[in-house]
T-cell receptor, first 111, second 112 residues
Framework: QKEVEQNSGPLSVPEGAIASLNCTYSDRGSQSFFWYRQYSGKSPELIMSIYSNGDKEDGRFTAQLNKASQYVSLLIRDSQPSDSATYLCAVPGNSGYALNFGKGTSLLVTP | EAGVAQSPRYKIIEKRQSVAFWCNPISGHATLYWYQQILGQGPKLLIQFQNNGVVDDSQLPKDRFSAERLKGVDSTLKIQPAKLEDSAVYLC??????????FGPGTRLLVL
């Protein structure tokens, strides 16, 4: 089983600050990594995917991957109260398609 | 494009009863997944279908859970008999191969 570890939080940041969410994974052979956002009572939605070492930016979101350290992070710049949600890190499992999720990090952005 | 449809949205049953959930994936998506999400945890895969064949059911409690996707389109997940620890949200997702998985709204199950 490919394990994914996340700090459950909650992580509290003031509006306008940078939120930094972290994730570690157990399988050194993992090739792709996903960040999902899940609002309370809703289903997960994909916000970022990353496959190569380094940074990938999409609007206010930046995913960072360090395969040597088996570490992937998500930065949210100019955090807004609407970013308050649980952020789930995921890697493909043994079948290559289905995802193994971490427990998620709860983010609270305070006005 | 219509999203993943699931029904019912909520279900309350007593332990030892049976329950069934239905999922209709996005049109054209060959891969369908059922995940179980217990409160405070991330989703956990129960079963993955490719068309109407099972790819991975290693985490499905087969003594009480069953799932089928007979025509390679919609799918049904059944629990019989239910236990208290089955209380969770059951999420159906679909994808075109290894591409992005799209999740349905989920079915919230409470077992009393």
């Amino acid at each position: 089983q490919k394990e994914v570890e996340q700090n459950s939080g909650p992580l509290s940041v003031p509006e306008g600050a940078i939120a930094s969410l972290n994730c570690t994974y157990s399988d050194r052979g993992s090739q792709s990594f996903f960040w999902y956002r899940q609002y309370s009572g809703k289903s997960p939605e994909l916000i970022m995917s990353i496959y190569s070492n380094g940074d990938k930016e999409d609007g206010r979101f930046t995913a960072q991957l360090n395969k040597a350290s088996q570490y992937v992070s998500l930065l949210i710049r100019d955090s807004q109260p609407s970013d308050s949600a649980t952020y789930l890190c995921a890697v493909p499992g043994n079948s290559g398609y289905a995802l193994n999720f971490g427990k998620g990090t709860s983010l609270l952005v305070t006005p | 494009e219509a999203g993943v449809a699931q029904s019912p949205r909520y279900k309350i049953i007593e332990k030892r009863q049976s329950v069934a959930f239905w999922c209709n994936p996005i049109s054209g998506h060959a891969t369908l997944y059922w995940y179980q999400q217990i409160l405070g945890q991330g989703p956990k895969l129960l079963i993955q279908f490719q068309n109407n064949g099972v790819v991975d059911d290693s985490q499905l409690p087969k003594d009480r859970f069953s799932a089928e996707r007979l025509k390679g389109v919609d799918s049904t997940l059944k629990i019989q008999p239910a236990k208290l620890e089955d209380s969770a949200v059951y999420l159906c997702a679909s994808s075109w191969g290894q591409e992005t998985q799209y999740f349905g709204p989920g079915t919230r199950l409470l077992v009393l």
